[in-house]
């Protein structure tokens, strides 16, 4: 199983990116994806997740309102568009895949991350 995601980069703030994260996973449309983000010297947190049972989606509140996540169950990608970016979502933004049978909060898998970074 494999999550990779791309489309990070330097933006100003204001402006908008699109992280894509491609999953090879077998049984995509029975996972929970998620996309978290960890910025320098401070905890990972989470972000957005589109449930697999398309209940939500739910945003952190720190977003809501700036970022919409999606996903697409045939082509196994789960995006999120981010809008009216600022400084402090600077961050490398990982997604991560957490299967409708776990019995516990915890991902059973995460991407490589990709850097955002929102220039003031």
């Known amino acids: 199983v494999q999550l990779q995601a791309f489309g990070g980069g330097l933006v100003q703030a204001g402006g908008s990116l699109r992280l894509s994260c491609a999953a090879s996973?077998?049984?995509?449309?029975?996972?929970?994806m998620s996309w978290f983000r960890q910025a320098p010297g401070k905890e990972r947190e989470s972000v957005a997740t589109a449930t697999w049972s398309g209940s939500g989606p739910y945003y952190a509140d720190s977003v809501k309102g700036r970022f919409t996540i999606s996903r697409d169950n045939a082509k196994k990608t789960v995006d999120l568009q981010m809008n009216n970016l600022k400084p402090e979502d600077t961050a490398v933004y990982y997604c991560?895949?957490?299967?409708?049978?776990?019995?516990?909060?915890?991902?059973?898998?995460w991407g490589q991350g990709t850097l955002v970074t929102v220039s003031s």
């Open positions: 991560a895949a957490r299967t409708r049978f776990s019995t516990t909060s915890q991902y059973d898998y």
């Open positions: 996973i077998r049984a995509f449309s029975s996972y929970t």
